[in-house]
């Protein structure tokens, strides 16, 4: 199947503790993404990643570290976890970088839902 | 700073109705406009996307139009189905970053 996929689906863990998120795309973009959707479901871009290079990185606790070990793949690593990071971790991904224009349809994965105890 | 905003919040409407969801954004210098649909629980599923160029897309009983001058789109549901329930998000492309509305709670009745 051509999707994005992430992993895990549910994160359950204590305050304090370190959890990665891990993100794949095999639809041959150049373009990844990681968004935010809180507790009111509305959805917040965190970091955006072209080509394996860092494009966006929107106002976020530097406790979050993306990485990106080649195009298919942009994992989130988070330190320190807060309660306030509960929420559900999109991962994202489109065929190239978002000021580039053209036809620049983004696709999402399935979620990844964080609670931080 | 681009803000998007989405009307109404919640609609519920019964089977076989016509309607429009409401997407405006304030800041018209944008790459694209996205409409996804979300299911309780789940991932965003793209519908549709115009382009700055363009003024609507057509996919079966969708079709989402595009004014950049007034910063506006809407989305059209043709014939809505009990399967049509969902959130319907819009998302604006523009600068360096993708800005979505709070959504459309879409509820279908049979």
């Known amino acids: 199947d051509t999707a994005v996929s992430q992993t895990p689906k549910y994160l359950v863990t204590q305050m304090g503790n370190d959890k990665s998120i891990k993100c794949e795309q095999n639809l041959g973009h150049d373009t990844m993404y990681w968004y935010k959707q809180d507790s009111k479901k509305f959805l917040k871009i965190m970091f955006s990643y072209n080509n394996k290079e860092l494009i966006i990185n929107e106002t976020v606790p530097n406790r979050f570290s993306p990485k990106s070990p080649d195009k298919a793949h942009l994992n989130l690593h988070i330190n320190s976890l807060e309660l306030g990071d509960s929420a559900v971790y999109f991962c994202a991904s489109g065929p190239r970088e978002l000021t580039s224009g053209g036809y620049n349809e983004q696709f999402f994965g399935p979620g990844t839902r964080l609670t931080v105890l | 700073k681009q803000e998007v905003t989405q009307i109404p919040a919640a609609l519920s409407v019964p089977e076989g109705e016509n309607l429009v969801l409401n997407c405006s954004f304030t800041?018209?210098?944008?790459?694209?406009l996205q409409w996804f649909r979300q299911d309780p629980g789940k991932g965003l599923t793209s519908l549709l996307l115009i382009q700055s160029s363009q003024r609507e897309q057509t996919s079966g009983r969708l079709n989402a139009s595009l004014d950049k001058s007034s910063g506006r789109s809407t989305l059209y549901i043709a014939a809505s189905q009990p399967g049509d329930s969902a959130t319907y998000l819009c998302?604006?492309?523009?600068?360096?970053?993708?800005?979505f509305g709070a959504g459309t709670r879409l509820f279908v009745k049979a």
């Open positions: 800041d018209s210098a944008i790459y694209n």
């Open positions: 998302a604006v492309t523009g600068g360096f970053k993708t800005i």
